[in-house]
């Protein structure tokens, strides 16, 4: 970024090339069209102290001196001047003749009268012209000069209107006017105007200038008038814009200094390796059907003392075009106390093309490097703007501000190939905000630190992003990017995004970060029909698609929060919303989904051999999932996670996707997760196999993981619906020293299906700290195929309590409600309730709560207002559904009690509160409580013992107890 400033200091071109042209006779003839007021030409004479030759005579109407001439040309070296009598202020020169002036010497007026030479044929200031001109001086290539009474005409050459009159206010051309062409001279002017007005405007090697005055170029077409308007030595011209010619800069320049200006009005204006600069004061304008800037060219104003800058002002009807380091620069230097000038460009299109952020680049900034403030910047376009490796800036280097960057297309606004919008204090000054206006805004393959970037990197903050795109947002392999600095004291601004559309993808990003003291920015993205984040980026980088604010390595700010608004948001191939906390003793931010459907979908697998270098660790490769995440990494602080809430009709979570706030390493507080989905939640299936050989799951976490201390959030959900299939779970767990968060499930219908699908809390192996609370209200509850919902401890901590209240539970094909307290824990397990109106429990599925260690198992509580049915056992008959409360390790088993209205246990059913062969721990009381009665029925078993396969009879009829189970209490038995 400190290259800009080095840009901006380099306004002046260090030398132009000087063309030798060829000399002409001087020929300087006065005509006979003012009769006894002619012209005269007197040789030799001794003018500011050298010889020359003087024009005098003329006709003198009030403050206006008019001269005719048929021929007027000067030669290489000639010095010609016009006489200045008292009391003329303008002297007006016309060429009757058929044939262009050539200038090649100096053209000056022996006082202070401004100087108007009109040749319809043209003019050619050569290498050696010079003007020596107190007042203004125009030259111009119209057939006449307008005034009020008349015209002083060169076509139709008459004698000047009798009237007294002050000044001409127009110029009328007529159908091909004649060219103007200055070829390798320096013309300048001091204190007045200096103004070229014909048919095509030609410079070539040579340098305009003025101090303290005015440099005007006005290219015309046919059949023209031009107004005028002179006021002492200051001169303006209007031209309409039907009909223009074209300007043309080649290896030119032209300057002013001091409350002075430069204006150009025309057809296609074209600078190629050309400057046009002011300094201290002036401004810069142009009215034009087109401008390219190519090979170096240069448009630049700025200020090194108090006063302010002037503007660059384009005014374009067709396109403005940068490319080839061309640069466009406002500046308000070191020692500057005044203000920089703003930059405003109206065009058609603008197309800026470059190499980046470099010297070589083409650019357009705004910056100040002193305490003055810098301009604003407005690019303002009604069809597109097109920045293809070129650099948009507003910039502070010193204590000064920075202005606003305004970019607005009525179509589209395309950030291409390293090219650059951005935002960047690197002083205690602050920079303004960045709005982006337009229909589509595409940022492609702008990897950083190019697309559009806001960046405090002191003590000054950075303003906000705010994109408003009437139809899309487009950001692949690219970034929309606002960022504090590491050591910075300053603030980066947010960022907001209102559209139709959002698609990030390839690595495209959007992103708030702070490596520092001070806070991330928010992000806020609205799209009125959908938000789509996808993919990996195909660069080396391997940048995955995402949303993210972050607080990093060595911050102590906060991360920002993230909210997204949108009827449908869709995270696939690695897609990513994330707020987290790396390595930073700031907070992760908050993330906030409020759509009609949320989909996340899909992983990226990168095999080993396509891992960069830099990544490949010991590793087999690269895994990348869909995902929403608020996470701390790493912190040596406790910090808080960020709270996910998610509010949707349907979430629909596959292939690996995740919801996710956890510690995953460091000391932290775990973020809540809260998802409310009014129809439905599906949680499907896995995605790709990581290094340990596991598929990652599907599903919502949130966890106190291996390398974390501290406690685990809460997940919350509300649903009409909850699918959950193939590996699907929602977890809160600890897996080191803290304590799992609980998990709230409330939905109308809960459907589990398939292998390693659960919704668990659990204390894992090595970790110290208590299970979360698990609490399920449904409708209905289904279970089945293995599936699960437990809460188990297996490390050093006790689980948490389960509790189910659903009027219709039904569990089938080996799924549970467990309660476990695992091999190896020391913890008590949580207890189990299940509160209902009706619960079957068959083909081998069960509601367990067990101690298989040191820990005492939790009670088991069964409250079913009519029906409690057992039926059956596994397809393979290995397993028996049932009811248990047991113990297989040191610690005892819980109570189970059972109350229903009815209860049946058939065909090979069980309820047990059985002890192990092996354990030494005490089993529970059994109580049942039916009050229609006891159906047992078929190879089934009611069990209370301390022997873990008591003999039990065939049931039929009545019941056979063993006689060792006297805490057994049944009422109303039926046989």
Do not use: W
Request: with cysteine.
């Amino acid at each position: 970024m400190h290259q800009i400033q080095k840009l901006l200091q380099k306004f002046l071109l260090s030398n132009f090339f000087i063309l030798a042209c060829a000399p002409v006779n001087a020929q300087i003839t006065p005509d006979n069209t003012l009769g006894t007021e002619a012209s005269r030409l007197n040789p030799n004479v001794l003018i500011n102290g050298a010889p020359g030759d003087k024009i005098e005579g003329g006709a003198v109407r009030g403050s206006n001196l008019f001269h005719s001439f048929s021929e007027f040309n000067l030669d290489d070296g000639e010095r010609v001047y016009f006489g200045n009598p008292s009391g003329v202020e303008n002297i007006l020169t016309r060429v009757t003749g058929g044939n262009a002036s050539n200038i090649f010497g100096t053209l000056g007026v022996d006082g202070t009268a401004n100087l108007f030479l009109m040749n319809p044929n043209g003019i050619l200031f050569g290498s050696n012209a010079r003007l020596d001109v107190r007042g203004s001086f125009l030259g111009t290539t119209a057939n006449s000069f307008v005034f009020p009474n008349g015209v002083f005409s060169a076509k139709n050459p008459q004698a000047p209107p009798l009237l007294t009159i002050s000044v001409p206010f127009g110029l009328g051309f007529g159908s091909q006017p004649g060219g103007i062409t200055s070829q390798g001279n320096q013309l300048g002017i001091n204190d007045s105007t200096l103004a070229l007005i014909g048919g095509e405007i030609a410079l070539d090697n040579s340098v305009l200038f003025a101090n303290n005055g005015q440099v005007q170029l006005g290219a015309v077409g046919g059949n023209t008038t031009v107004g005028l308007n002179v006021n002492g030595s200051e001169l303006n011209f209007s031209l309409a814009e039907a009909s223009r010619s074209p300007i043309a800069l080649t290896r030119s320049a032209v300057f002013t200094d001091g409350d002075s200006a430069i204006k150009l009005i025309g057809g296609q204006i074209n600078l190629n390796n050309s400057s046009l600069f002011n300094q201290n004061g002036g401004s810069i304008s142009f009215d034009a059907t087109g401008l390219s800037l190519d090979s170096n060219s240069l448009i630049g104003i700025t200020t090194e003392g108090a006063t302010k800058a002037g503007d660059i002002q384009i005014q374009v009807s067709d396109a403005v075009a940068l490319a080839n380091s061309s640069k466009i620069l406002s500046n308000s230097g070191d020692s500057a106390t005044g203000n920089g000038g703003d930059i405003s460009i109206n065009a058609k299109a603008i197309a800026i093309t470059g190499d980046g952020i470099s010297e070589n680049s083409s650019i357009i900034s705004t910056f100040t490097s002193g305490q003055g403030n810098g301009g604003n910047l407005t690019l303002n376009a009604t069809d597109s703007i097109n920045i293809n490796g070129g650099f948009v800036s507003i910039a502070t280097d010193g204590a000064g501000n920075a202005g606003n960057l305004t970019v607005q297309a009525g179509n589209a606004v395309n950030v291409t190939d390293t090219g650059t919008l951005s935002l960047f204090s690197n002083g205690s000054g602050s920079t303004g905000d960045l709005r982006i206006e337009t229909g589509t805004l595409r940022i492609q393959n702008a990897d950083a630190p190019g697309g559009v970037a806001a960046l405090a990197n002191r003590s000054g903050r950075v303003g906000s992003i705010s994109i408003q795109a009437r139809d899309a947002v487009e950001v692949i392999n690219s970034l929309i990017n606002a960022q504090v600095a590491v050591g910075s004291a300053g603030r980066a601004g947010d960022i907001t995004i209102n559209t139709q559309r959002v698609n990030l993808k390839d690595g495209g990003n959007v992103i708030t970060s702070t490596f520092s003291n001070t806070n991330a920015g928010n992000i806020v993205i609205r799209a009125s029909e959908s938000v789509d984040i996808s993919g990996v980026s195909p660069s080396n980088s391997l940048q995955i698609t995402k949303v993210s604010s972050a607080t990093a390595t060595g911050a102590t700010g906060n991360s920002g929060n993230i909210t997204i608004e949108t009827p449908r948001l869709t995270l696939s191939q690695a897609g990513a919303v994330s707020a987290t906390s790396v390595q930073s003793q700031g907070n992760a931010g908050n993330i906030n989904i409020r759509a009609k459907d949320v989909e996340l979908n899909g992983f990226v697998a990168v095999p080993k051999e396509d891992v960069p270098e830099q990544f490949q660790l010991s590793v087999n490769g690269l895994l990348f999932h869909s995902e929403l995440n608020s996470q701390v990494i790493g912190s040596n602080a406790d910090v808080q996670g960020g709270t996910i809430t998610i509010d949707t009709e349907r979430l629909r979570l596959s292939n690996g996707a995740q919801v996710n706030t956890s510690i995953v390493l460091g000391r932290g507080q775990g973020g809540n997760l809260v998802v409310r989905a009014i129809d439905s939640i599906d949680i499907t299936g896995t995605g790709g196999k990581r290094n340990d050989g596991s598929f990652a799951p599907s599903g919502l976490f949130t966890e106190l993981q291996t390398g974390g201390i501290g406690s685990g959030g809460t997940i919350s959900v509300e649903t009409g619906h909850l699918n959950m299939s193939n590996g699907g779970q929602i977890s809160a767990s600890t897996f080191n020293q803290g304590n799992a968060g609980d998990i709230a499930i409330r939905a109308a219908q809960i459907d589990l299906r398939g292998e390693n699908t659960f919704i668990i809390t659990t204390v894992e192996r090595e970790a110290r700290g208590n299970g979360g609370n698990l609490n399920i209200i449904s409708d209905r509850l289904t279970l089945g195929d293995g599936t699960e919902v437990s809460s188990s401890t297996f490390g050093r901590g006790n689980g948490g309590n389960l509790t189910v209240n659903a009027d219709q539970l039904e569990l089938f094909g080996l799924a549970g409600l467990f309660s476990a307290v695992a091999p190896g824990a020391n913890g008590n397990g949580g207890k189990l309730s299940v509160t209902g109106n009706q619960l079957i429990v068959r083909d081998g599925a069960s509601v367990d709560s067990s101690t298989f260690g040191q820990g005492q198992a939790g009670d088991l509580t069964v409250n079913i207002e009519d029906l409690v049915e057992i039926v059956g056992s596994s397809s393979d008959g290995q397993v028996s559904s049932g009811i248990f409360a047991t113990t297989i390790g040191s610690g005892n088993a819980g109570d189970l009690s059972i109350r229903t209205q009815r209860f049946s246990v058939r065909n090979g059913g069980k309820v047990s509160v059985a002890t192990g062969p092996d354990s030494t721990g005490q089993g529970g009381n059994l109580t049942i409580n039916a009050s229609d009665g006891v159906e047992v029925v078929g190879f089934s078993m009611i069990i209370d013992s301390k022997a873990f396969y008591p003999l039990a009879a065939k049931v039929r009829g009545k019941p056979e107890i063993s006689p060792s189970i006297p805490r057994v209490s049944m009422s109303k038995i039926k046989v």
